[in-house]
């Protein structure tokens, strides 16, 4: 995890800890106390992160969320991230985010570890167990090294201490919204391959199975008992439906589908 001394970005100078003017700004308030321990903010850095980070699979501007009690954190990045052409949708606490059908589609979900009643790396784990995949980057204003540790083991994209600049969250951000680029084209490529796989036949789906296995087609013969010929046919039929190239592709996509036979092999073709 690299330091915020080791990252680019200069401080705000009459900026508040929040990230705002010291000065009355409307629509903003001034600071109240927080405990030392609770120390937040956002401190300002260059502008960076390219458009293409800032896209999901759809083309469209990447949703991003943010669940933090400090209305003040979370209007400062929100403000941030906007001006970065992100979507923004901010929530008070986990329940909102949880509630809000809108958040399904998030790109990276900003989530603070000290939240008034909850502990954001148990929502974390909760998010991982209702299979939700957004990939999350936690904020905290006193992390220690086995937060960090467990936070990071649970899947977390970055670990943020506040105060940090604009560099660190745009950074931050830019890393999960590319990771969920990457998830979501994985399960486009699955849907495709599933919508594929239901259009062969119940015996061409045989042949998969045990293809897929290593068998060769005189055994794949014997074991669903029809002639070589057959197979050989019905394992063309096949390539050609599921657009498999070569049998790397067919294993793969058989993997994808969970359909490979495991019960037989090559050299042995028993059960």
């Known amino acids: 995890?690299?330091?915020?001394?080791?990252?680019?970005?200069?401080?705000?100078?009459?900026?508040?800890?929040?990230?705002?003017?010291?000065?009355?700004?409307?629509?903003?308030?001034?600071?109240?106390g927080r405990p030392q321990g609770r120390q937040r903010g956002v401190t300002?850095?260059?502008?960076?992160?390219?458009?293409?980070?800032?896209?999901?699979?759809?083309?469209?501007?990447?949703l991003i969320c943010i669940v933090d009690d400090d209305a003040e954190v979370r209007c400062a990045i929100e403000s941030l991230l906007r001006s970065s052409d992100h979507r923004v949708m901010s929530f008070a606490s986990p329940e909102e985010f949880l509630a809000c059908a809108g958040a399904a589609d998030a790109?990276?979900?900003?989530?603070?570890?000290?939240?008034?009643?909850?502990?954001?790396?148990?929502?974390?784990?909760?998010?991982?167990?209702?299979?939700?995949?957004?990939?999350?980057?936690?904020?905290?204003?006193?992390g220690d090294i086995p937060m960090t540790v467990r936070g990071m083991k649970a899947g977390a994209v970055d670990f943020l201490t506040k105060p940090f600049t604009e560099d660190e969250v745009l950074h931050a951000v830019g890393e999960a919204v590319a990771l969920d680029g990457r998830r979501r084209s994985e399960r486009g490529e699955d849907d495709a391959v599933r919508s594929l796989y239901g259009k062969l036949t119940p015996r061409e789906r045989d042949v998969m199975g045990l293809v897929t296995a290593g068998l060769m087609n005189k055994q794949v013969a014997a074991k669903l008992e029809l002639s070589e010929v057959t197979v050989k046919i019905h394992r063309g039929n096949l390539m050609r439906k599921m657009h498999a190239q070569s049998l790397a592709d067919l294993v793969r996509m058989a993997e994808i589908l969970g359909v490979r036979e495991r019960t037989v092999t090559r050299y042995s073709t028993a059960g």
């Not at 705002?20 to 600071?31: D, I």
């Not at 909850?118 to 905290?140: C, N, Y």
Request: proline share 5%; charged share 15%; with cysteine.
């Open 1 to 32: 995890m690299t330091s915020p001394a080791q990252r680019s970005g200069t401080s705000f100078g009459r900026y508040d800890l929040a990230g705002f003017a010291a000065e009355e700004r409307s629509g903003y308030h001034s600071p109240t």
């Open 44 to 62: 300002e850095g260059s502008m960076t992160g390219s458009m293409a980070e800032n896209s999901v699979a759809n083309g469209g501007p990447a």
């Open 107 to 142: 790109a990276c979900l900003l989530l603070d570890v000290y939240l008034d009643g909850a502990d954001g790396l148990e929502v974390q784990k909760a998010l991982h167990e209702r299979s939700i995949l957004v990939p999350v980057v936690l904020m905290t204003g006193q």
